[in-house]
């Protein structure tokens, strides 16, 4: 049950985004823009490091919202996006987008645990300053999303087809006229 009185039927950040509009058009805004526009990084890409960040704050609702439209825009299943985020590495990922994972790690931690070796070996492998920019505010702000989805205790679907099922509609609609009744 969530610590203050949230619609019952919105899982997630729809519950805060509908108990507070006027704060949900600028985070969906944002969201929009790191998660959506014209950028060198794909939206699964984008979508892959807010899932990652969120997987690492341990904030169920938003790594399997975002893992599933991942999932979505990469044309892969979730078991792909889990070995993701259990071991990056490991996985058939760029080097750069590994670089840019291991980037959004550090800003998980905290923003000072980004190195410069970290950034030089982003560049090193193709990443663009901007790509770093997002990669870092993408991270940070997943930070905030996660903890006002978790600071609030809302509820998530444990179905994770839910959100596998959501993902591609979430995909046409984007974030930036979101409704959180929806």
């Known amino acids: 049950m969530a610590y203050i009185e949230l ?13 507070r ?24 890409d984008r979508e892959l490091i807010a899932t990652y960040v969120s997987y690492l ?26 070995g993701i985020k259990k071991d ?13 994972l291991a980037i ?8 000072k645990h980004v190195t410069s070796e970290q950034v030089e070996k982003a560049r090193q492998l193709g990443a663009t300053d901007r790509e770093i920019h997002d990669t870092v505010l993408i991270a940070a702000s997943f930070c905030m999303f996660n903890r006002y989805v978790d600071g609030l205790n809302t509820w998530a679907p444990r179905d994770r087809n839910f959100y596998i099922e959501r993902a591609p509609r979430r995909a046409v609609e984007g974030y930036a006229n ?4 929806s």
């Open 178 to 181: 979101y409704d959180p009744h």
């Open 21 to 44: 509009p006027e704060t949900a058009k600028p985070l969906n805004d944002l969201a929009e823009v790191l998660l959506r526009s014209d950028n060198t990084l794909s939206r699964g």
């Open 88 to 100: 990056y590495l490991a996985s058939d990922l760029s080097d750069k987008l590994k670089a840019l």
């Open 57 to 82: 704050n341990d904030c169920f609702f938003c790594q399997n919202a975002h893992g599933g439209l991942a999932q979505h825009y990469m044309q892969c299943d979730m078991n792909y996006i889990d």
């Open 7 to 19: 619609p019952d039927e919105l899982p997630g950040i729809r519950g805060p985004m509908a108990f």
């Open 104 to 111: 959004a790690a550090s800003v998980q931690k905290g923003g």
